[in-house]
């Protein structure tokens, strides 16, 4: 079982920075693949970024490529998520999602563990 809990959001103006961090609880979450998803108010869940379990593999969205950055510090059980030159549209409750011994995807339905979320609100 893995508990993972997200912190970092926040209010930024538009073109500005945050860090999202998704920490874990558990042994072994250095063998989960990560992912960050995000929740915009009246929209579907939608795949943000996701990494695999050793981080030398990433995958973004096209929305947010060359824009996000996806990291992992497995000596740590936390994953995180730095956010640059942000956008009003990239306001949304931010989740993590974790699976085990999987490959990383992007694909909502194979991960088995989630965070609580936490809201990210970009002023234009």
């Known amino acids: 079982q893995v508990q993972l809990v997200e912190s970092g959001g926040g209010l930024v103006q538009a073109g500005g920075s945050l860090r999202l961090s998704c920490a874990a609880s558990?042994?072994?979450?250095?063998?989960?693949?990560t992912g960050w998803f995000r929740q915009a108010p009246g929209k579907e869940r939608e795949f943000v970024a996701a990494?695999?379990?050793?981080?030398?593999?990433?995958y973004y969205a096209n929305s947010v490529k060359g824009r996000f950055t996806i990291s992992r510090v497995n000596a740590k059980n936390t994953v995180y998520l730095q956010m640059n030159s942000l956008k009003p549209e990239d306001t949304a409750v931010y989740y993590c999602?974790?699976?085990?011994?999987?490959?990383?995807?992007?694909?909502?339905?194979?991960?088995?563990?989630w965070g609580q979320g936490t809201q990210v609100t970009v002023s234009s």
């Open positions: 999602a974790a699976r085990p011994n999987g490959a990383y995807t992007r694909v909502e339905a194979l991960y088995d563990y």
């Open positions: 990494i695999s379990w050793s981080g030398s593999s990433t």
């Open positions: 558990g042994r072994t979450f250095s063998s989960y693949a």
